[in-house]
C-alpha cells in the first residue's frame, strides 16, 4: 500500500516562506515523477508543480519563481520550497504522480493571510 504524507503547512503572511515534505513509502519512489498539486475551497485540484526522475521540472506559471520544487530519492520524498506566498495560494496541497495515480493522501494546508 502506497502511503504518501505532506507536511509544513501553516499561516503565514503574504509575502512570506514555507517549505513543504511529501514522504512517500509502498512504492518505488525513484521511477516516478512526482509532482505537487493544491486545491482551494470551491476550485478544482491543480498541478502545481512536477518533477521527474532526471530532474526536469515544469511549474504552473503563477508559481514560477516563487516555488521550487526538488526530491531526494535516498528518502523517498519530495519538497516545495514556497516563497513569496501570495493570498491566492492558500489551498490543501497534495504530492502524488502527475496524474494523481496513488491514493491521496490527508494533504497539508497552507493559509497566506495577513
Known amino acids: 500500500q502506497v502511503n504518501l504524507v505532506e507536511s509544513g503547512g501553516g499561516l503565514v503572511q503574504p509575502g512570506g516562506s514555507l517549505r513543504l515534505s511529501c514522504a512517500a513509502s509502498?512504492?518505488?519512489?525513484?521511477?516516478?515523477?512526482m509532482a505537487w498539486h493544491r486545491q482551494a475551497p470551491g476550485k478544482q485540484r491543480e498541478l502545481v508543480a512536477e518533477?521527474?526522475?532526471?530532474?526536469?521540472?515544469t511549474y504552473l506559471d503563477s508559481v514560477k519563481d516563487r516555488f521550487t520544487i526538488s526530491r531526494d530519492n535516498a528518502k523517498a520524498t519530495v519538497y516545495l520550497r514556497m516563497n513569496n506566498l501570495k493570498p491566492e495560494d492558500t489551498a490543501v496541497y497534495y504530492c502524488?504522480?502527475?496524474?494523481?495515480?496513488?491514493?491521496w493522501g490527508q494533504g497539508t494546508q497552507v493559509t497566506v493571510s495577513s
Open positions: 502524488n504522480t502527475p496524474s494523481g495515480y496513488y491514493n
Open positions: 509502498g512504492m518505488i519512489f525513484s521511477i516516478y515523477t
Open positions: 518533477i521527474t526522475t532526471g530532474g526536469r521540472i
